[in-house]
């Protein structure tokens, strides 16, 4: 079966720090992979997703980036952290191979408190 | 740019009351519909799905959910909630067009409480 994995679960940084939030996933191969972000009292919104290695694409423009250096390992960074990154980071996976019935499913989560 | 409405913010229930959550999109074209589920210290869980066909879905732990495609809606329903329930519920739709790559646009959630 599937599992995907997200560390750290908790991070507090101070603003201007650098961030690396590390998904990783089991028992798939050539997911499509995505970052998502949940600011408290809304949804989730989608920041970044990925259908192979070394292929990214950005939905929304900040400070964020985010890199695929193997199959199944997603990563979010950012060089400068400001105090609006705050929040919940969910990775999240799906096979790729069913353009109608896709279905995602997600990691535990890191919450990053900037301060 | 798609968006999906949950019209409440906070429910509470008390125990074996019916629940019914809505769930509104705007996208005229086919789409794929989902309830994820995050329970309290809990990541976010799958709840139902809903591709094609019947158009009255079910869950686990006894919901389901209804799309009824004239009114843009995927509403979640269950007959008699538990305690267990309590949870914050989260709408989400993936406007299909041709690609692999499942755009969820999520709906704001909306904070379920079950007193027993």
């Known amino acids: 079966s599937q599992t995907i994995h997200q560390w750290p679960a908790t991070l507090v940084q101070p603003v201007g720090s650098p961030l690396s939030l590390e998904c990783t996933v089991e028992?798939?191969?050539?997911?499509?992979l995505y970052w998502y972000r949940q600011a408290a009292g809304r949804g989730l919104q989608l920041l970044f997703y990925s259908v192979g290695i070394g292929q990214i694409s950005s939905e929304v423009p900040q400070n964020l980036s985010a890199s695929r250096p193997q199959d199944r390992q997603f990563i979010l960074s950012s060089k400068k952290l400001l105090l609006s990154d705050s929040g919940f980071y969910l990775c999240?996976?799906?096979?790729?191979?069913?353009?109608?019935?896709?279905?995602?499913?997600f990691g535990p989560g890191t919450r990053l408190l900037v301060l | 740019a798609q968006s999906v409405s949950q019209h409440n913010h906070h429910v509470i229930l008390s125990e074996a009351a019916s629940l019914e959550l809505g769930c509104n999109y705007s996208y005229g074209g086919t789409v794929n519909l989902f309830w994820y589920v995050q329970y309290p210290g809990q990541h976010l869980q799958l709840l139902l799905k809903?591709?094609?066909?019947?158009?009255l879905v079910k869950g686990i732990k006894g919901f389901e959910a209804e799309f009824i495609k004239s009114k843009f809606s995927f509403n979640l329903r269950k007959p008699s909630v538990q305690w267990s329930d309590t949870a914050e519920y989260f709408c989400a739709v993936n406007a299909l067009r041709g690609s692999t790559l499942g755009r969820l646009y999520f709906g704001r959630g909306t904070q379920l409480t079950v007193w027993p």
């Open positions: 028992g798939t191969s050539n997911p499509n």
């Open positions: 809903y591709f094609s066909g019947d158009p």
């Open positions: 999240a996976w799906s096979t790729g191979r069913a353009w109608n019935q896709e279905t995602q499913y």
